[in-house]
């Protein structure tokens, strides 16, 4: 294949992973997989998170301009998935993904129907004030105003598992973190799809800092796909970010399920077709 033919493909995974907030590691794992069929898994992730890094980058200066950013939850968030990020690194580089790649992706398929039924009914926050709540009152650029409640214990537990997950397979971890914000801290879709993004970006950055220093990723290996791929993801991320304003929160869950459904069938296939 032609390796300009990666920017392309660098737009398409930008603008979609960051309409959805997920980053684009879902899209860009198994179509690495299909383009270097001899390559070995771990450069593939690494090389994905790399990109994935670049993407949350852009769409999260995007996001910020609009305003739709919760800064002191993102970063409590990202400073809870560095460990698991990096942790994720190093495993990928060891372990025998079969087993796990089938019930993770089994797990994936079941979010997936879950998040497309609950997308049916819109929400801004299902959770009544109660003592020990964090409480979020955010208004974006165009005069929008979130009023938000959520357990912030739960979200950094939780955010250390995505941080872990992401790094192990590749696929960023916006696609995971989105449908715990939204589904388990009751977050508002645009809030949630931002700030996921903005954790990501740091999340991307560590696990992808952990593939350096092992070794997996460098010159000779993935980061010509890196730099070729990013140049497309870039400002494919600010067109995503520019059309999640005409995008309502509950078609972002359904292609959000989608995308769930889609790693899901991936990760379940990819040990039966070797």
């Known amino acids: 294949m032609p390796p ?17 907030g997920a980053g684009g590691g879902f899209l860009l794992v198994p179509a690495l997989l299909f383009l270097y069929p001899h390559e070995r898994p771990a450069t593939i992730t690494s090389v994905s998170l790399a990109v994935v890094f670049f993407n949350a980058t852009s769409g999260s200066l995007a996001y910020a301009r609009q305003g739709r950013i919760d800064y002191r939850t993102g970063i409590r968030f990202a400073l809870a998935t560095a460990p698991g990020a990096l942790l994720g690194a190093r495993v ?17 398929v079941a979010v997936a129907g879950f998040v497309v039924i609950r997308s049916q009914s819109q929400r801004v926050s299902a959770t009544a004030p109660q003592p020990g709540m964090t409480m979020r009152v955010l208004t974006d650029a165009r005069g ?15 955010s250390a598992g995505v941080g872990f997950l992401s790094s192990l397979l590749g696929i960023g971890g916006g696609i995971i973190h989105v449908p715990v914000l939204v589904e388990f801290l009751h977050f508002p879709v645009q809030i949630a799809t931002a700030t996921s993004h903005f954790i990501l970006s740091f999340m991307a950055l560590v696990g992808t800092a952990g593939y350096l220093t092992a070794g997996t990723l460098g010159p000779h290996a993935g980061l010509d796909q890196v730099l070729l791929l ?4 870039v400002p494919g991320a600010q067109l995503g970010a520019r059309f999640s304003h005409r995008v ?15 790693v899901g069938v991936r990760l379940v296939l990819t040990p039966l077709i070797g």
């Open 4 to 20: 300009l033919l990666l920017v392309p493909l660098g737009l398409v995974v930008g603008a979609y992973g960051t309409l959805i």
């Open 144 to 158: 929008e105003t979130y009023v938000y409640r959520f357990w912030q214990w739960k979200g950094i537990v939780l």
């Open 230 to 233: 990013s140049l497309g993801v």
């Open 248 to 262: 309502r929160g509950g078609l972002i869950l359904r292609l959000l399920g989608v995308a769930l459904g889609t």
């Open 92 to 108: 990928a580089t060891h372990l025998s993904r079969g087993v796990f790649d089938v019930l993770f992706g089994a797990a994936m």
